[in-house]
């Protein structure tokens, strides 16, 4: 090996950006599974975005939020006034959970930004049950007409 100044030259330094881990574990009835999480140290969520990542991979290995690595990965913005994110993404229809409505026994369908969990839990606190958004509006209309 050549020698430079007393040091080994031909060798090569590369810096690498920094990456954050962190281990997440989520028990279920006294089990736990973990696994790590990894993000660059360089984004400005980085912790968020690691603890996120490390909580994601323990969950999969319960098989729950499996569905995740097949979603479409999109950035939103996040108004640190409000803190809320501004335009969430949707998910789409595949990855949601089917609920049947208690009246036509049909899934409960998206109605516009309304996922169907959103619309069971607003009409089983209004009417008393989950329902579609069309025995919704019966149901409504039946409660309206007992009021007088
Ligand atoms: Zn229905």
């Given at each position: ?24 574990t989520?028990t279920?009835?006294?089990v ?81 930004q309304?996922?169907?969990?959103d ?9 008393g ?5 069309d025995c919704?509006?019966?149901a ?9």
């Open positions: 090996m050549k020698k430079d100044n007393g040091k080994p030259v031909g060798v090569r330094v590369e810096t690498t950006r920094q990456v954050l881990r962190a281990k997440g989520l279920i009835h006294g736990s599974k973990s696994d790590v999480g990894e993000w660059d140290n360089d984004s400005t969520m980085a912790m968020k975005a690691v603890s996120s990542d490390s909580f994601k991979r323990s969950a999969v290995l319960w098989s729950l939020f499996r569905y995740a690595y097949d979603l479409e990965q999109k950035w939103c913005k996040y108004d640190n006034k409000t803190k809320k994110i501004v335009e969430p993404p949707i998910l789409p229809d595949w990855a949601l959970p089917v609920f049947p409505c208690v009246d036509c026994k049909k899934p409960i369908t998206r109605v516009g309304s996922s169907p969990y619309i069971k839990i607003r009409t089983t606190n209004a009417l049950r989950p329902l579609c958004a919704g509006k019966i409504a209309a039946e409660l309206e007409s007992k009021k007088g």
